[in-house]
Nanobody
Framework: QVQLVESGGGLVQPGGSLRLSCAVS????????MGWYRQAPGKQRELVAT???????DYADSVKGRFTISGDNTKNTVYLQMNSLKPEDTAVYYC??????????????WGRGTQVTVSS
């Protein structure tokens, strides 16, 4: 089994900042990519940002210039620094990891989600 532990969500005023963290542990021998997705009430889950094991990042247009994804390969942890937050960023944020186990079976796991609320 693979476990993802997310932290860092909360309530913040518009224009504020939050930093999300996601630590991966368990039966995963190789991580190919990690990322953050979000789901607002009544909407589908959408990509926020992803990062490969080589450090290449990709972002949704709606967060470019405001959010930064980074990773620590030694800790199997991915971070999402969110600045200049807007009310429309309010959602449950989910961590995702893609990789493989010792038998090279492909793995795709999700965290339980952390709530981010941007409101005055």
């Amino acid at each position: 089994q693979v476990q993802l532990v997310e932290s860092g969500g909360g309530l913040v005023q518009p224009g504020g900042s939050l930093r999300l963290s996601c630590a991966v542990s368990g039966s995963i021998s190789s991580i190919n990519a990690m990322g953050w997705y979000r789901q607002a009430p009544g909407k589908q889950r959408e990509l926020v940002a992803t990062i490969t094991s080589g450090g290449s990042g990709d972002y949704a247009d709606s967060v470019k210039g405001r959010f930064t994804i980074s990773g620590d390969n030694t800790k199997n942890t991915v971070y999402l620094q969110m600045n200049s937050l807007k009310p429309e960023d309010t959602a449950v944020y989910y961590c995702n990891v893609k990789g493989s186990d010792h038998d090279r079976r492909l793995l795709n796991y999700w965290g339980r989600g952390t709530q981010v609320t941007v409101s005055s």
